[in-house]
């Protein structure tokens, strides 16, 4: 059976893959996913364990170390201003992340969306609610794999390297948080099914933080 338009994915990437509509059944197993793998996880992925008050910097130096950036957790305190503003991370995360010359490129709040750029080998890095009814806060975490049969999500999350979540667990706790997550990337590597002018935004914003050759690699990596 041939699949169209199937992303050429990195070598990281260890797949156990079913495709949807092969096995009787399919339809009525988590969340539909045209096109993808069924089970995918990101074995390569960097990751920093550590108290979950840093769970940002973490998050970040692991995404920073896959893209080649010789960097921990604590080296990144400063920059984001840690611990006196956990509380704005999902802005200083991307300002940061910028001054390394990234591009940071928001996703739309739909877990089908993240999980399309797990299948191509880009982790999200992501804010979720952690916690109960009676006592809850904001952790960041990277998502790195999922299992459609299983119906869970795998996280790098706090000190799990790999974290299950049921679907609707993990959605739940995302969009609590705000349903906020994006890609670090580095400025050739495009997102799967790229939103050009989301991209060439973003590129402006790498510019804005002092990284105009960056920036320019990534116009010229999308036609601009």
Partial sequence: MMLSGLIALPRRLLFVVSLAGVLAGCSSVGPALPGLPDRVELNGMPFFRGNANHSGAMALASTLSERGVRITPGLLDPALKLPTEADNLH???????????????????????????????????????????????????????????????????????????????????WKSAGSWAVLVQGPEQLPAQVDRQRWLDAARETARAGQEQAAAKAVRAVGG
């Fill in 91 to 173: 802005n200083s995360i991307p300002r940061v992340a910028r001054e390394y010359g990234m591009v940071v490129y928001p996703l739309d709040a739909q877990l089908n969306a993240l999980l399309a750029q797990v299948a191509a080998g880009n982790p999200v890095l992501l804010r979720y609610t952690e916690g109960s009814v009676l006592w809850s806060e904001p952790r960041y975490a990277l998502l790195v794999g999922y299992d459609r049969f299983k119906q869970q999500v795998l996280l790098r999350a706090g000190m799990s390297r790999r974290l299950p979540m049921a679907f609707d667990s993990f959605t739940s706790a």
